[in-house]
């Protein structure tokens, strides 16, 4: 069994979508065609015995629509504010279309020091195993009104990757607006080549890694990198794939080369 076909029998998943790949770029609004695609597969994971953890990044890009705002503000504190917006409104969106298949949600907010508390590192631990027991999805995202970290570098990469650690998922899969890591950034350079898998990170596979591409989204390629160097540090495999690509999650448990996948050490 090669390590693609081995990926069906991974049984704990983490799934982050970024902002980019849950709003239409033109407009700023919700792709909900996209997003219903995105979670009748979800359900279909869970339908197959998984357990699945949802990252999720948008609540900024909600939030500046839900205000009709012309684009992101750019004061930290307004960026905070409308994240409050817009993360209230993401879950009802969430919640109302999970609702239709009768998969029961929660809403999970964390901040990335939670590692170095040992005592909230655990009680966030025993939340979302025990929504897991309950057969319940926990839709995560930062707690922007206490962390400003995220806002300003754009980090729900390493966030996903953190919570893979936390629960000893099996895999982590980031969902983004680009089918995993080229050479360069494709949007720079059409020659850039695709990378299918990461063995070692190295200074080369770094370099690789380049800013945001899109209108909404942010920290781009780079902290997709330093979230699969937490992963794989920690036994998670993590694969980077296109969220426009129709039926990405089946594809990927059907072991199809797509993404990129970093090997787990
Ligand atoms: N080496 C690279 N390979 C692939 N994409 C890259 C690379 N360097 C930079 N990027 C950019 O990273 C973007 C994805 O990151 P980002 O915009 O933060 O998305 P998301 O909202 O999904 O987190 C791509 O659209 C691409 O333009
Ligand atoms: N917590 C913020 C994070 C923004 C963020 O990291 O976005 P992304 O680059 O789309 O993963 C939000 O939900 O808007």
Do not use: W
């Amino acid at each position: 069994m090669t390590i693609r076909e081995n990926l069906i029998n991974k049984k704990k998943i983490v799934i982050k979508i970024g902002s980019s790949s849950i709003t239409h770029c033109e407009t700023g609004e919700i792709d909900y065609g996209r997003l219903e695609k995105f979670i009748r597969e979800l359900i279909n994971l869970k339908n197959m015995g998984k357990e699945v953890v949802l990252v999720s990044s948008g609540a900024i890009a909600v939030g500046t629509k839900v205000m009709n705002l012309t684009k992101r503000p750019s004061l930290i504190e307004e960026k905070q504010a409308v994240a409050a917006i817009g993360q209230a409104n993401l879950m009802m969106c969430y919640q109302k279309i999970f609702g239709e298949y009768n998969q029961k949600v929660a809403q999970i907010l964390i901040t990335k020091d939670l590692m170095d508390h040992p005592v909230r590192r655990q009680n966030a631990q025993n939340t979302i195993n025990a929504l897991l027991k309950m057969g319940v999805i926990p839709i995560v995202n930062e707690n922007d009104t206490v962390a400003t970290e995220e806002i300003v570098y754009g980090d729900n990469d390493t966030l996903s990757a953190i919570v893979g650690s936390l629960i000893t998922a099996d895999l982590l899969i980031l969902l983004s607006d680009i089918d995993g890591l080229y050479s360069e950034d494709p949007r720079k350079n059409n020659k850039a080549m695709h990378i299918p898998e990461v063995e070692e990170i190295t200074e080369e596979i770094e370099k690789m890694a380049g800013g945001v591409g899109s209108c909404v989204g942010t920290g781009g390629m780079a902290t997709k990198i330093c979230a699969a160097q937490i992963a794989t540090d920690h036994g998670v495999d993590m694969i980077i794939a296109n969220a426009g690509m129709h039926h990405v999650i089946g594809k990927i448990f059907e072991g199809k080369p797509i993404g990129t996948l970093f090997i787990a050490h």
